[in-house]
């Protein structure tokens, strides 16, 4: 067999940008000549990472062929480039041929790809940089949005190695829908969502799915945010991770960003800290607590301190803000898997936006939620307010037509779910005579359903609706499991 003689860019008249065809070379000659190398490649590297054109095509046939069970060697391999003219250009079957003779030990494939997907990167940067200063004097694009966008680009880049190129074969996605379906068989009828921990909301949603935007809307002190707060510390003191050779892998539990609109950081932290000691969120914040409350408040913020929860209290935030600062978070060491906002009425558009009404608007930040959930592979739990109508009604349990702005609300929504809590609605018919039967039978069904709320699942695009019951501490704003009888609040059994 002749010399083998790696090309130059000279050879092909290829532009100068950063490539080692050297590097590309023998790794193509590794995988053909042990396609079980590919195993130790295929998380990041991809055929629009070679330099080489021909290289490109030439790394998606052994992937296609090794995927579909098929041996990759030259021979076999041939049949594919027959009619590709670059093929011929390279010297055909013997270009394979020596690629593979004078292929590195497979041990050695792992550094040649870390050279390929490097430099494939640093051209895409220098492309995205081409592109900002092209774009830059343009005065039609706010500044701003000129820097969000970019800041989106290279988000993408970092995350997946490529900015984003849209379409998605069928049969990648394929493969991504057997990866989900096995990891659920292998969790022996476990959750294949994210794990609110309280069990049968759980059970009605599968969890909390990455890329899904869940809406929790609720009329004012039905317990929204308490409800959000109660499954963002849920989900963040239940975290843990194993180390992966990218960086660590979340196996329970998750890291929250919750976007607070409406109240403080501290304020949250104060509802969680009641949550957690058991000491009442009124008594905390007034201070009427003994040295024995105060020991339990002390030992909870020591216990949940290092939890995984971020909070970000920035009134008015735009919705591009949000995103920038989420896509940060999750770029972070530790990731991200679940993001709250409360609430969406309460997030902005950002400037340049003024001609729009507020239903254009809330359409835009519903859309841009569900997009960044999509984009970070997270769920989105959304908070939303509803209408007066639900009070002018006798049955006062929301429905999808009470969402405010409810047209993309319901629209963009994979799951709509309202907070009813019946006591708010009973204890305001009170019968002003307590010697009277009818105070009596008021009284009895309070006791019914006083530390009762209810979850109602108005859409589920993946699932069934209905009502989930859950127990309701009113002095903590705990919700927890209903205990078995169905009467009162259990708080004990959520898993730690």
């Not at 055909?92 to 870390?114: E, S, W």
């Not at 409800?227 to 849920?234: D, E, M």
């Not at 660590?248 to 919750?258: D, E, I, N, P």
């Not at 209810?454 to 309701?472: A, C, D, T, W, Y």
Request: proline share 5%; charged share 25%.
């Amino acid at each position: 067999m002749n010399a083998f003689a790696p090309i130059s860019a000279d050879t092909v008249h290829l532009p100068s940008l950063p490539h080692n065809l050297e590097a590309e070379q023998a790794l193509l000659g590794a995988l053909m000549f042990d396609n079980g190398v590919f195993e130790r490649l295929s998380d990041r590297l991809k055929g629009s990472h070679f330099y080489e054109p021909f290289h490109q095509r030439l790394y998606d046939a052994i992937e296609d062929h090794i995927r579909q069970g098929l041996l990759a060697e030259p021979t076999i391999l041939m049949e594919r480039f027959k009619q590709d003219p670059a093929f011929a250009e390279f010297g055909g079957l013997r270009y394979l041929a020596d690629l593979m003779d004078r292929a590195p030990p497979g041990a050695n494939a792992p550094d040649y790809a870390r050279v390929v997907y490097d430099l494939a990167l640093r051209r895409d940067l220098i492309r995205i940089g081409g592109d900002i200063i092209k774009d830059a004097p343009d005065p039609e694009t706010p500044a701003i949005e000129q820097i969000e966008q970019a800041e989106l680009t290279l988000y993408s880049l970092a995350e997946n190695g490529a900015p984003s190129s849209g379409f998605v074969s069928f049969s990648t996605a394929l493969a991504g829908a057997v990866q989900m379906a096995g990891e659920a068989y292998q969790r022996d009828g476990k959750l294949a969502g994210l794990a609110t921990h309280l069990h049968d909301l759980d059970q009605k949603l599968g969890g909390m799915h990455p890329s899904d935007l869940l809406i929790l809307a609720g009329r004012p002190s039905m317990g929204k945010t308490a409800l959000a707060t109660n499954i963002a510390f849920n989900v963040a003191r239940n975290y843990r991770w194993e180390p992966t050779p990218d960086g660590r892998k979340t196996v329970s539990g998750g890291v929250v960003a919750f976007f607070s609109l409406e109240m403080s950081a501290e304020q949250l932290a104060m509802r969680i800290l009641a949550d957690a000691s058991g000491v009442s969120s009124d008594r905390l914040r007034k201070g009427e607590i003994d040295a024995a409350d105060f020991g339990k408040v002390r030992d909870a913020a020591i216990e949940i301190g290092e939890s995984p929860l971020y909070i970000d209290a920035t009134g008015g935030i735009s919705i591009s803000k949000l995103a920038a600062r989420a896509r940060r978070l999750k770029r972070a060491e530790q990731g991200l898997d679940l993001i709250i906002v409360d609430y969406l009425q309460l997030v902005t558009v950002g400037e340049g936006n003024g001609q729009k009404n507020r239903v254009q608007e809330v359409s835009e930040i519903t859309g841009g939620l569900k997009a960044l959930a999509k984009e970070l592979n997270v769920p989105i739990i959304a908070l939303s307010q509803l209408s007066r109508q639900v009070e002018a009604r006798e049955d006062k349990r929301p429905q999808l037509s009470d969402l405010r702005e409810s047209g993309s609300i319901e629209q963009d929504a994979d799951a709509v779910m309202f907070v009813y809590r019946e006591a708010y609605y009973h204890e305001r018919m009170k019968p002003a005579d307590e010697r009277k039967e009818e105070y009596m039978d008021w009284a009895n069904k309070m006791d019914e359903i006083y530390r009762v709320a209810e979850v109602v699942i108005g859409k589920q695009r993946h699932g069934p609706i209905g009502i989930v019951k859950l127990s309701f501490d009113p002095d903590t704003t705990r919700f927890g499991n209903l205990a078995p009888n169905g009467r009162y609040g259990n708080f004990s059994d959520i898993p730690e």
